[in-house]
């Protein structure tokens, strides 16, 4: 499939990003860097992130100050900045060009073959997925992850070829501004409710984004989601190229026969052949044959494609293994939607199972904390029925994130909503939790931290009170 963005790229001079150092800010400015483009940015504490882009010629403080623009053009924002930031009340009273995250990042796609990869859940995976079977094959391309590959620990860099994969993201609406030549929809399911106040508009916010795909494009689908499903009607109805993928019985790319296998599984795909990948769980399967289905429509042989997702080992935070110590292996996960807990502890109940046919049963242990107040008030029950799939439940309190506090609403309703079968425990304090999951887990056990928050911290240090 040919075709590119079209449009030129905007004259951007030099650019400041505030909170440079989210993974989405740091990718687009690390792109920026590699295209000669003078970038500076700030962040309210230091990180690693910040250390690398240092270290490509940005310049980066810590701290926001309105002096930090210096002499700026154009100013980078996400959704997240207030306007009393002292830098962005700069830039308007200095009239400097303002563009939200998502339109830095389509300005960057101008030029390139661009695939979006939005959905619920499964996007930030399948963009990864993409993106290595992209390079195994020698496509060289553009990307920008919400996540970290574990192989580089990049989530975005720049590429010779003419393929820029972006995953896009629907919180915000911001996958609106993007004009893929392939988009991908994974799925699509009721969050970010702060936002969209209903499900119906969530669900209009995809058909608008698939409206977006450029002419003569193609959309791939799950097949196993009513409303991708459904998107796949007005997308014939442009002529665009249609691929759905999934376990339904009509799916273009159907999948069959999924075997899981230590901490990695196998199934076919109908029509093509087996698959083997390094990571566990069902939606991972799902993931990989959406990337297969995009790999093929840029004109690449299953063959390579499928000895690309073999040499996948993971995303960042996406059921990724930290260590094991005391005999009990932990794991962190980036999973802050009852669909995403239930989808993460199933695949770990399959590997526990696994170990138990082999004589060293243990428990799934899930260290839980929930992101956003409005999201905890919305989906506390099925956040607690989630959390029934462990055998043990540590509940820790909201990460409130961009939102202030609710009365009434804390991490309380999810610990009360476990249900009966599931020993649980309600540890509000961060501080307390490594000491209560290292006195909960014995040997055999399987430790999962959950959570879009501070939450992925907590792992290094259940593994040093373990030890």
């Avoid at 939005?118 to 290595?132: E, F, I, R």
């Avoid at 992209?134 to 975005?156: E, K, N, R």
Wanted: glycine share 14%; aromatic share 6%; hydrophobic share 40%.
């Amino acid at each position: 499939m040919t075709g590119t963005a079209g449009g030129a790229a905007p004259e951007l001079g030099r650019v400041h990003f505030i909170a440079i150092g989210g993974a989405g800010m740091s990718g687009i400015a690390r792109i920026m860097l590699r295209r000669g483009i003078a970038v500076s940015g700030s962040d309210a504490k230091d990180s690693e992130l910040l250390g690398q882009l240092g270290g490509l010629g940005a310049k980066v403080y810590v701290g926001h100050a309105a002096e930090h623009l210096g002499d700026a053009d154009t100013v980078v924002v996400s959704t997240a900045i207030r306007e009393s930031n002292p830098e962005l009340r700069a830039a308007r009273e200095r009239g400097l060009r303002v563009l939200h995250r998502s339109e830095a990042l389509a300005s960057l796609m101008i030029g390139r073959r661009a695939v979006a990869v939005a959905g619920t859940h499964g996007k930030t995976t399948t963009t990864s997925m993409l993106t290595v079977v992209l390079q195994h094959a020698g496509a060289d391309p553009a990307y920008c992850i919400g996540g970290q590959l574990v192989t580089t620990g990049l989530g975005a860099d720049d590429g010779t070829g003419d393929v820029f994969v972006a995953e896009a993201d629907e919180s915000d609406g911001s996958f609106l501004r993007y004009t893929p030549q392939i988009a991908v929809v994974t799925n699509v399911e009721a969050d970010h409710l702060d936002n969209y106040g209903e499900f119906e508009q969530v669900k209009e916010n995809f058909r608008r984004f698939v409206g977006r795909i450029a002419p003569g494009g193609a959309l791939v689908a799950g097949a196993d989601d009513p409303v991708a499903r459904e998107l796949t009607e007005a997308a014939r109805e442009r002529g665009l190229t249609v691929v759905t993928y999934g376990e339904a019985d009509d799916a273009d790319l159907r999948i069959t026969g999924f075997n899981p296998r230590g901490l990695g599984s196998c199934f076919e795909i109908e029509g093509l052949g087996s698959v083997r990948l390094e990571v566990p769980g069902r939606h991972y399967a799902h993931n990989a044959t959406a990337a297969v289905a995009v790999a093929r429509l840029l004109g690449h042989d299953f063959e390579v494609v499928r000895e690309g997702l073999a040499s996948f080992t993971g995303s960042m935070r996406r059921l990724e293994r930290k260590g094991e110590a005391g005999g009990v292996q932990v794991f962190d996960s980036y999973a802050h939607h009852p669909t995403e807990l239930s989808a993460d502890l199933n695949a770990t109940r399959d590997y526990v199972d696994q170990l138990a046919a082999e004589g060293r049963a243990g428990r799934i242990v899930a260290v839980f904390q929930p992101h956003l107040y409005s999201r905890t008030r919305f989906f506390a029950a099925e956040f607690g029925a989630a959390l029934g799939l462990a055998d043990v439940a540590v509940v820790l309190d909201v990460y409130g994130a961009r939102e202030d506090p609710e009365p009434g609403v804390s991490g309380r309703l999810i610990a009360d909503a476990v249900p009966a079968g599931t020993r649980v425990e309600y540890v509000p304090e961060w501080d307390e939790v490594p000491g209560v999951v290292a006195g909960l887990a014995r040997p055999g056990d399987l430790v999962i931290t959950l959570g879009a928050g501070d939450v992925t911290g907590l792992g290094p240090l259940i593994l040093e009170r373990l030890g």
